[in-house]
């Protein structure tokens, strides 16, 4: 059977591009993630977003299903053939900073087990932070990726990170175009608009007009 990763996330189909580096520079700034933090990414997939960590003085790690993941990784320790839907996380109790996740928990079946893991090998202080499809905005394409099987709201997400003892819990919705990150007339531009593209376009700035992520955001108090 051939690899999901391979198939569906391969370099000629989807290069790497410019939007990784950017996303990762809003999040360090918002989330005010330090230098020398210890990071750990479920599902790293290519590793594109994991590799802009490093860049910024990260100390990165990865887990991935597929054997495919980080095979282009330099410095980074990335375990391959990882079932996070079942498997504990390789890793010993209050070992990272932070855990970063984008696209990840709504292919799990069970995300809770994930979520035990994760605060598990956080540290004391330390911050999980995931970018999910939000089911409202996305509903009708949600299973256009046959490997999506837990869809996630606001109000859920919020929960289940406040049931799997999180604290300082904050979810919310996000549009993956960088010039609404720096000005909001633009962002409010897209949410009036919106509603008139096409679900399936082509057209990427339309598509992340209309597309919307939530990002789940909690602490590992002490």
């Known amino acids: 059977m051939a690899d999901y990763l391979n198939i569906i996330y391969?370099?000629?189909?989807?290069?790497?591009?410019e939007y990784p580096g950017k996303l990762i520079n809003h999040l360090i700034n918002k989330y005010q993630l330090k230098k020398g933090s210890k990071l750990l990414e479920p599902g790293v997939g290519?590793?594109?977003?994991?590799?802009?960590?490093?860049?910024?003085?990260?100390?990165c790690y990865g887990v991935d299903i597929s054997s495919f993941a980080g095979m282009d990784f330099k410095n980074i320790e990335v375990k391959t053939g990882?079932?996070?839907?079942?498997?504990?996380l390789p890793y010993q109790d209050n070992f990272f900073d932070i855990i970063y996740s984008k696209s990840f928990m709504e292919h799990l079946v069970n995300p809770e087990h994930f979520l035990k893991e994760a605060f598990r090998v956080l540290k004391p202080g330390g911050k999980i932070i995931c970018m999910i499809p939000d089911w409202e905005a996305n509903y009708k394409?949600?299973?256009?990726?046959h490997t999506h099987k837990t869809p996630f709201t606001i109000q859920s997400l919020e929960d289940i990170l406040k049931i799997c003892d999180f604290k300082e819990v904050n979810v919310i919705k996000f549009r993956q175009l960088p010039i609404t990150w720096k000005y909001p007339l633009v962002n409010l531009i897209s949410k009036i608009i919106s509603p008139f593209i096409r679900v399936r376009t082509k057209n990427k700035f339309?598509?992340?007009?209309?597309?919307?992520?939530?990002i789940g955001y909690g602490e590992k108090t002490i």
């Open 46 to 59: 290519r590793g594109e977003f994991l590799m802009e960590f490093q860049k910024r003085g990260i100390e």
């Open 141 to 145: 394409i949600y299973f256009d990726d």
């Open 10 to 17: 391969n370099k000629n189909t989807r290069p790497i591009n």
């Open 82 to 88: 990882i079932d996070i839907d079942n498997d504990v």
């Open 206 to 214: 339309l598509r992340w007009s209309r597309e919307l992520m939530l």
